[in-house]
């Protein structure tokens, strides 16, 4: 059985840092891409980061300078160290793994290919 589980969410204020862990289970993750998404109330879910295999990262435009993804295949772990945290940060944000292009999407999310996808951990950042 599948598994990735989000930690690491919380309540700052405006400047602080927030990192977030996704521990994973039950697929190959070495050999997987990972990905960090975020939905807040109103808004579409949207990629923040994700991260290849080979540990390439990729950022959204808005997160470029403030947020940083790493991955621990030792440890199954993928993170998202966030600073300069923004209101604008505010959301639940997901793990997810597995990108398959021909696979089923996560009504969540259905712009995205990844197939696998955690339960999602709150963030909230006040001004």
């Known amino acids: 059985e599948v598994q990735l589980v989000e930690s690491g969410g919380g309540s700052v204020q405006a400047g602080g840092s927030l990192r977030l862990s996704c521990t994973a289970s039950?697929?190959?993750?070495?050999?997987?891409?990972m990905g960090w998404y975020r939905k807040a109330p109103g808004n579409e879910c949207e990629l923040v980061a994700d991260i290849g295999s080979e540990g390439s990262p990729y950022y959204e435009d808005f997160v470029k300078g403030r947020f940083t993804i790493s991955r621990d295949n030792a440890k199954r772990a993928m993170y998202l160290q966030m600073n300069t945290l923004k209101p604008e940060d505010t959301a639940v944000y997901y793990c997810?793994?597995?990108?398959?292009?021909?696979?089923?999407?996560?009504?969540?999310?259905?712009?995205?290919?990844?197939?696998?996808w955690g339960q999602g951990t709150q963030v909230t950042v006040s001004s």
């Open positions: 997810a793994a597995v990108q398959n292009l021909a696979g089923s999407r996560n009504p969540l999310c259905p712009r995205s290919a990844y197939q696998y």
């Open positions: 039950g697929f190959n993750f070495d050999d997987s891409d």
